[in-house]
């Protein structure tokens, strides 16, 4: 069964520094998902990495996937109040059909002014 | 932009009774699912569903629980008789395609059971 670990689980953090976020999981997950949660709120999708090597950005933050050691990383640029949320990471394991997503414990940002 | 709803955003309940909570999926997609969050803690996945059956179902979807695609628009989660450890947000999400396909998720439907 796929396990799907976050660290650091909270993180606070100044204004105008650069931090990362880690995900790590425990078998094959072909594909890994970021989601921005913020407080009461849904879940906003950031990003989909479909295959290793893959690299992806959008403003700030950029995510990367390495299938190999299992780990998917979250790096924030620069970083804005703005970006204060919970940041999930999601695997799924097959190819087939509707897959189910398998979701990291979250790490809570906090952009500190 | 297209997006997921749900109602109620709120819902509380005694244990014991019934609820539904309904979801109306982006109009264009095929798959759907179920998750819920209690509160501070992982989402979780309940359920998948593909062509008007469960795709997946995860060991918290006993047989309290059952999902329902009434028409072409909605899609429906029902618990049967609600405990109180049901207390969560529940969210409802699609994708037009399944596995590598973003899901998109609704608001919630925050279930307190008393």
């Known amino acids: 069964e796929l396990k799907v670990e976050q660290n650091p689980l909270f993180l606070s953090m100044q204004e105008g520094k650069n931090y990362t976020i880690y995900c790590n999981y425990s078998t094959t997950s072909d594909r890994l998902y970021w989601y921005r949660q913020d407080p009461g709120k849904s879940l906003e999708s950031l990003f989909v990495?479909?295959?290793?090597?893959a690299v992806k950005q959008e403003g700030r933050l950029m995510a990367s996937l390495d299938t190999k050691a299992r780990l998917s990383t979250l790096h924030i640029t620069a970083a804005v109040h703005d970006l204060s949320a919970t940041y999930f990471c999601a695997g799924d394991r097959s190819n087939f059909g509707n897959e189910k997503l398998t979701f990291g414990t979250g790490t809570r940002l906090t952009i500190i002014p | 932009e297209p997006e997921v709803t749900q109602t109620p955003s709120h819902q509380v309940t005694q244990m014991g009774q019934e609820v539904i909570l309904r979801c109306v999926p982006i109009?264009?997609?095929?798959?759907f699912y179920w998750y819920r969050q209690i509160l501070g803690q992982k989402v979780e996945f309940l359920v998948s569903?593909?062509?008007?059956?469960?795709?997946?179902k995860s060991e918290i979807f006993d047989d309290q629980f059952s999902v329902e695609r009434p028409d072409g628009s909605n899609f429906t989660l029902k618990i049967r008789s609600t405990k109180l450890e049901d207390s969560a947000m529940y969210f409802c999400?699609?994708?037009?395609?399944?596995?590598?396909?973003?899901?998109?998720f609704g608001p919630g439907t925050r279930l307190l059971v008393l």
């Open positions: 109009s264009n997609h095929l798959y």
């Open positions: 990495l479909l295959s290793n090597g």
């Open positions: 569903f593909y062509n008007n059956e469960i795709s997946e």
């Open positions: 999400a699609s994708s037009d395609q399944g596995a590598g396909e973003t899901q998109y």
